[in-house]
């Protein structure tokens, strides 16, 4: 329920539902199995609050997300093994397993905008990449979370998103989707954005391709 001195309340929940950049937002924060396609609000007759969320990972796609993930987990989770080799391990299994889906408006029946795609068809966009990662750090009780470059107006620009991870006490950030990128038809492996600082990002952005993908809103990633 809308409390009374929330005077905008009833607005806000009706514009909550359009804004696609604080509805991107929210997901972000939330494990990727809670994420969703989108949220649909309204006020019934006698003031209540209404919230139905489409969710975007099923129940069967979550089982065998999971259970791969935990065969990639065993593969490289060694006892004694330092956690940043275990993170580095995986980053380039995945990469070395998966293509960045060029072709995605084609592709939406391979669901390689999520993990599950990246793990079935080996094919991932920026969100498969990064909800992969996601789900496997969360798995091995890493804080982490997804951060993301939302343009907004009017604009050609493509949206990003990338991992942001808690490793001893500081936030970096892991984009693997710019250590695997589109070539001259050639696998590449790099680790130019492999658990580094907001500098160290900004450093690799600068060179001979100018990368503009991380201007992310420090409004609402304050930990960077």
């Known amino acids: ?6 005077e905008t309340c009833t607005d806000d929940i009706a514009k909550l539902s359009d804004s696609s950049v604080t509805l991107s937002n929210i997901n972000n924060f939330v494990h990727p199995y809670n994420s ?26 979550i089982n065998y997300i999971n259970q791969e993930v935990d065969h990639i987990i065993n593969m490289y989770n060694n006892s004694g093994k330092d956690i940043k080799d275990v993170i580095k391990d995986i980053h380039d299994y995945i990469i070395n397993t998966t293509s960045y889906d060029i072709d995605y408006k084609e592709h939406k029946d391979l669901y390689t905008f999520n993990a599950y795609g990246a793990l079935k068809s080996h094919l991932a966009t920026c969100n498969g990449y990064t909800d992969l990662m996601a789900i496997i750090l969360s798995k091995l009780n890493i804080n982490n979370y997804k951060i993301a470059y939302n343009p907004t107006g009017d604009t050609n620009e493509d949206g990003h998103v990338w991992n942001a991870v808690l490793l001893n006490g500081k936030w970096l950030h892991l984009d693997l989707t710019w250590d695997d990128p589109v070539g001259d038809g050639q696998d590449y492996l790099y680790h130019k954005y492999f658990l580094v600082t907001t500098d160290e990002m900004k ?4 060179g001979e391709v100018q990368v503009t993908e ?6 609402v990633y304050q930990e960077y």
């Open 203 to 206: 450093e690799a952005d600068s």
């Open 1 to 6: 329920y809308c409390p009374t001195e929330y």
């Open 214 to 219: 991380h201007n992310y809103d420090k409004l």
């Open 36 to 61: 969703f396609t989108n949220i649909k609000t309204s006020i019934d007759s006698r003031g209540e609050v209404i919230v139905k969320v489409s969710y975007l990972y099923t129940k069967d796609k």
